[in-house]
């Protein structure tokens, strides 16, 4: 069996790797059944539900109560110092090795099979301006943020993902067109191109675009498939303003975007979508589970999510309705989205739309 | 009280993320500052913080004697009794004072984190 090129950025000790092994195998303990912070927080609230007799669903009373609980002030400490361990950690092993790595994107930039198309009159809009999940920096403004990213996310997905695991499930998963014609993909807002590659993989004859708006994410998205001798494209264009023509993509494609983008650009994008995606093509999008139906704990969790690890959008997007946005710009959504979680990631579901 | 990153200038201490300019989300929730206070007291936060620290830092030091164990043995290079016996050069111990010194920044760099005066406010929480 042929073994894949690990792409994974390399840290610059064994220090750094063991760290990073440690706040993976510490987040999985206090976000999950290790600690149980989630159970007993939750039971604490079903209890206050239950003597004020009707459902607890008012944010700022669950905040309030959680708040008032010594174990939900810890839950939160935990939670803010994993991340920033884990973030920690990276400045310091890749700024000891920034030339190194800087000139590794230098060398593979020109290299293909695939293309790598950056725009040097980009324009980031403001709303970009975020260091999600603390990343320092955030998504753009450092060279190596695309590395950041990787290794960010391989201690995310607890090292399930190092060979884009996650990315092919998620990407054999999305339906084919009623005619069966793949010939086009268009990856939106792709970061490091995990999916694209998945897609190349799955389709190999067909066209595989990845965009996204930043440069860092897109050098490394193109270094990783250049590495991987997966024959794709990546360009520098913003997901609500793709600049290619009408009914051009047979697959558009969506992993973790939209809760990553303000309301109005959820909007725009699905409107975008609609346009460059052919009839009878397919949209589909996997991001975080809405708020509706969720216990109160779980309420809790995407406000603290928003607001302490940076997601400022998240909230928005999990509570607006996702399905209705898709109908609204010329997509029919086959299944109804609810109860539908995907990957094997309980904080996912999917949409699967056709444009009609 | 808005954007808690908004009155937020170019600072760095230490090993704390920096956050080099204000972020400017479009609206949706606020993202909390560069300290959130979560617990009563930001001593007990700088405490939490140690102690997960140090079990970070415990751990990175036994993976690297579990390998090194495994490695001695395989190899068939020494007795463990000949490392308990080891003392270092003075060359030998510069560099293992550089690494204590390393240690104890990774570990109490909270303290140089701690506000001198205590929120009055809660309302950033």
Same mark, same amino acid.
């Given at each position: 069996?042929?073994?894949?090129?690990?792409?994974?950025?390399?840290?610059?000790?064994?220090?750094?790797?063991?760290?990073?092994?440690?706040?993976?195998?510490?987040?999985?303990?206090?976000?999950g059944?290790?600690? $149980?912070?989630?159970?007993?927080?939750?039971?604490?609230?079903?209890?206050?539900?239950?003597?004020?007799?009707?459902?607890?669903?008012?944010?700022?009373?669950?905040?309030? !109560?959680?708040?008032?609980?010594?174990? /939900?002030?810890?839950?939160?400490?935990?939670?803010?110092?994993?991340?920033?361990?884990?973030?920690?950690?990276? %400045?310091?092993?890749?700024?000891?090795?920034?030339?190194?790595?800087?000139? #590794?994107?230098?060398?593979?930039?020109?290299?293909g099979?695939?293309?790598?198309?950056?725009?040097?009159?980009?324009?980031?809009?403001?709303?970009? $301006?975020?260091?999600?999940?603390?990343?320092?920096? /955030?998504?753009?403004?450092? #060279?190596?943020?695309?590395?950041?990213?990787?290794?960010?996310?391989?201690?995310?997905?607890?090292?399930? $993902?190092?060979?884009? #695991?996650?990315?092919?499930?998620?990407?054999?998963?999305?339906?084919?067109?009623?005619?069966?014609?793949? $010939?086009?993909?268009?990856?939106?807002?792709?970061?490091?191109?995990?999916?694209?590659?998945?897609?190349h993989?799955?389709?190999?004859?067909?066209?595989?675009?990845?965009?996204?708006?930043?440069?860092?994410? !897109?050098?490394?998205?193109?270094?990783?498939?250049?590495?991987? /001798?997966?024959?794709?494209?990546?360009?520098?264009?913003?997901?609500? %303003?793709?600049?290619?023509?009408?009914?051009?993509?047979?697959?558009?494609?969506?992993?973790?975007?939209?809760?990553? !983008?303000?309301?109005?650009?959820?909007?725009?994008t699905?409107? #975008?979508?609609?346009?460059?995606?052919?009839?009878?093509?397919?949209?589909?999008?996997?991001?975080?589970?809405?708020t509706?139906?969720?216990?109160?704990?779980?309420?809790?969790?995407?406000?603290?999510?928003?607001?302490?690890?940076?997601?400022?959008?998240?909230?928005?997007?999990?509570?607006?309705?996702? %399905?209705?946005?898709?109908?609204?710009?010329g997509?029919?959504?086959?299944?109804?989205?609810?109860?539908?979680?995907?990957? /094997?990631?309980?904080?996912? %579901?999917?949409?699967?739309?056709?444009?009609? | 009280?808005?954007?808690?990153?908004?009155?937020?200038?170019?600072?760095?201490?230490?090993?704390?993320?920096?956050?080099?300019e204000?972020?400017?989300?479009?609206?949706?929730?606020?993202i909390?500052?560069?300290?959130?206070?979560?617990?009563?007291?930001?001593? &007990?936060?700088?405490?939490?913080?140690?102690?997960?620290?140090?079990?970070?830092?415990?751990?990175?030091?036994? +993976?690297?004697?579990? *390998? &090194?164990?495994? &490695?001695?043995?395989?190899?068939?290079?020494?007795e463990?009794?000949?490392?308990?016996?080891f003392?270092?050069?003075?060359?030998?111990?510069?560099?293992?004072? *550089?690494?204590?010194?390393?240690?104890? +920044?990774?570990?109490f760099? +909270?303290?140089?984190?701690?506000?001198?005066?205590?929120?009055?406010?809660?309302?950033?929480?």
């Amino acid at each position: 069996m042929k073994s894949t090129p690990n792409t994974m950025p390399k840290l610059a000790s064994r220090h750094d790797t063991a760290y990073l092994d440690f706040v993976e195998g510490f987040r999985e303990y206090i976000l999950g059944k290790g600690a $149980n912070f989630e159970d007993r927080l939750n039971a604490n609230l079903l209890a206050a539900e239950e003597e004020q007799g009707f459902p607890l669903d008012d944010l700022e009373k669950i905040k309030a !109560l959680v708040w008032a609980q010594p174990l /939900g002030r810890l839950h939160g400490r935990l939670a803010r110092t994993q991340q920033e361990m884990k973030w920690h950690a990276l %400045q310091r092993s890749f700024e000891s090795q920034r030339s190194v790595l800087s000139a #590794e994107l230098a060398y593979w930039d020109s290299r293909g099979p695939g293309t790598l198309e950056l725009d040097s009159s980009f324009q980031y809009p403001p709303y970009v $301006n975020v260091h999600f999940h603390l990343q320092p920096k /955030g998504y753009y403004k450092d #060279e190596l943020s695309g590395f950041f990213y990787h290794y960010g996310t391989k201690v995310f997905f607890r090292g399930d $993902n190092d060979q884009d #695991e996650l990315h092919e499930k998620l990407v054999s998963r999305v339906p084919l067109p009623k005619d069966s014609k793949v $010939n086009k993909i268009l990856d939106l807002a792709c970061s490091i191109g995990q999916s694209t590659t998945a897609f190349h993989r799955l389709y190999p004859k067909a066209e595989i675009i990845g965009i996204d708006y930043s440069a860092p994410m !897109l050098r490394v998205a193109h270094r990783r498939a250049a590495i991987l /001798g997966d024959k794709v494209d990546f360009k520098q264009r913003l997901v609500e %303003q793709t600049r290619f023509p009408d009914a051009q993509f047979d697959i558009t494609f969506a992993f973790i975007v939209f809760h990553e !983008l303000p309301l109005r650009i959820i909007h725009d994008t699905v409107r #975008e979508a609609a346009r460059v995606t052919r009839k009878g093509g397919i949209f589909a999008v996997f991001d975080f589970t809405g708020t509706a139906g969720k216990s109160p704990f779980q309420l809790y969790h995407r406000w603290f999510d928003a607001r302490h690890n940076g997601e400022p959008y998240s909230q928005d997007f999990c509570d607006c309705h996702l %399905q209705d946005i898709l109908t609204r710009y010329g997509f029919h959504v086959a299944a109804a989205p609810d109860g539908q979680r995907s990957g /094997g990631a309980g904080y996912l %579901q999917h949409w699967f739309a056709t444009r009609v | 009280m808005g954007n808690a990153l908004g009155a937020l200038g170019t600072f760095s201490i230490g090993l704390r993320l920096v956050f080099e300019e204000t972020q400017t989300p479009e609206g949706g929730t606020p993202i909390v500052g560069p300290d959130p206070v979560y617990l009563q007291d930001p001593v &007990l936060d700088a405490t939490v913080r140690m102690v997960v620290e140090l079990a970070a830092q415990v751990w990175v030091e036994r +993976e690297r004697r579990l *390998a &090194l164990e495994v &490695l001695i043995e395989d190899h068939g290079i020494l007795e463990r009794g000949v490392l308990e016996n080891f003392r270092p050069s003075a060359t030998q111990a510069i560099t293992f004072k *550089a690494e204590r010194d390393r240690f104890m +920044e990774d570990i109490f760099k +909270e303290l140089r984190r701690l506000p001198i005066t205590v929120p009055k406010s809660k309302d950033d929480q």
